[in-house]
């Protein structure tokens, strides 16, 4: 005998935003940058500005504006624990556009620090060079062996770019414009309190630059162009949400 469950309209409703509510909490921080460097939503404080970086009205992806970097030493930070995720799933989704193809090495976000391989991060590195533009990469405790890349896209200089890169249930995922393009079994933990006790410091978090220590010193690296709608996630994402984060910012499907 088959059981069928009706569920009132109001009850799907209900189960509907307790979703919606319950994804909420997972949202650490969103940074629209479309007046300031202020959260758009979750719990972390605004980012720091360093250098000449500046909100430009004149390109975003969905309106408003964006971070707009020159590579000469610009960049966003924060201190803010709430990044400091250790052994649970997370994801970082954000758009960027680049400004030139010259520099070698561009850090994208990120959090930790390659001194104590500690943290997650994606950038833009032509030192180990896929093709002649290099690779867009994205490492978890600096790890190179166990880090997930693809080429870097021919238009980044004429369009912006979304990348997701996230830990979910042990495997690294690499998501370029809602497409899949690299993933990496058997990623480990990391002991945050031993490695920042190692490095003597505690790591912050990059918008646009890497290693950026807890004070605002030890920044290497720089991005030049612009980054926009930068999202972080205390848990993995569906590809349902990665494709709604790139065609509606938003994680409803």
Same mark, same amino acid.
């Given at each position: 005998?088959?059981?069928?469950?009706?569920?009132?309209?109001?009850?799907?409703?209900?189960?509907?935003?307790?979703?919606?509510?319950?994804?909420?909490?997972?949202?650490?921080?969103?940074?629209?940058?479309?007046?300031?460097?202020?959260?758009?939503?979750?719990?972390?404080?605004?980012?720091?500005?360093?250098?000449?970086?500046?909100?430009?009205?004149?390109?975003?992806?969905?309106?408003?504006?964006?971070?707009?970097?020159?590579?000469?030493?610009?960049?966003?930070?924060?201190?803010?624990?709430?990044?400091?995720?250790?052994?649970?799933?997370?994801?970082?989704?954000?758009?960027?556009?680049?400004?030139?193809?010259?520099?070698?090495?561009?850090?994208?976000?990120?959090?930790?620090?390659?001194?104590?391989?500690?943290?997650?991060?994606?950038? *833009? $590195?032509?030192?180990? %060079?896929?093709? =002649?533009? &290099?690779?867009?990469?994205?490492? /978890?405790?600096? #790890?190179?062996? +166990?880090?997930?890349?693809?080429?870097?896209?021919?238009?980044?200089?004429?369009?912006?770019?979304?990348?997701?890169?996230?830990?979910?249930?042990?495997?690294?995922?690499?998501? *370029? $414009?809602?497409?899949? %393009?690299?993933? =990496?079994? &058997?990623?480990?933990?990391?002991? /945050?309190?031993? #490695?920042?006790? +190692?490095?003597?410091?505690?790591?912050?978090?990059?918008?646009?630059?890497?290693?950026?220590?807890?004070?605002?010193?030890?920044?290497?690296?720089?991005?030049?162009?612009?980054?926009?709608?930068?999202?972080?996630?205390?848990?993995?994402?569906?590809?349902?949400?990665?494709?709604?984060?790139?065609?509606?910012?938003?994680?409803?499907?």
């Amino acid at each position: 005998m088959k059981t069928v469950v009706a569920l009132l309209p109001g009850t799907l409703l209900a189960l509907c935003f307790f979703a919606l509510e319950s994804r909420a909490a997972d949202i650490i921080a969103h940074y629209s940058f479309d007046k300031d460097f202020s959260a758009a939503s979750g719990a972390t404080g605004p980012l720091n500005a360093v250098g000449d970086a500046a909100i430009s009205n004149s390109e975003s992806v969905f309106g408003g504006g964006a971070l707009l970097l020159d590579g000469d030493k610009d960049y966003a930070w924060s201190p803010d624990p709430g990044f400091r995720m250790n052994q649970e799933d997370f994801a970082v989704s954000f758009w960027y556009k680049r400004n030139r193809a010259d520099n070698i090495f561009e850090p994208l976000v990120g959090w930790g620090n390659s001194v104590a391989n500690n943290g997650y991060a994606v950038r *833009l $590195n032509k030192s180990a %060079v896929k093709n =002649e533009r &290099g690779i867009l990469e994205g490492l /978890l405790n600096d #790890n190179p062996e +166990k880090s997930v890349t693809a080429s870097q896209p021919d238009n980044q200089e004429d369009a912006f770019q979304h990348v997701v890169l996230q830990r979910k249930a042990g495997v690294l995922e690499l998501y *370029l $414009n809602g497409e899949l %393009v690299g993933s =990496e079994p &058997g990623v480990g933990d990391w002991d /945050l309190a031993e #490695n920042e006790k +190692k490095a003597g410091f505690h790591f912050a978090f990059d918008v646009g630059a890497c290693n950026t220590h807890e004070d605002g010193t030890g920044t290497v690296g720089a991005f030049s162009g612009l980054i926009d709608e930068v999202w972080v996630f205390r848990s993995a994402l569906s590809p349902e949400e990665v494709k709604a984060l790139k065609e509606k910012n938003e994680l409803q499907k």
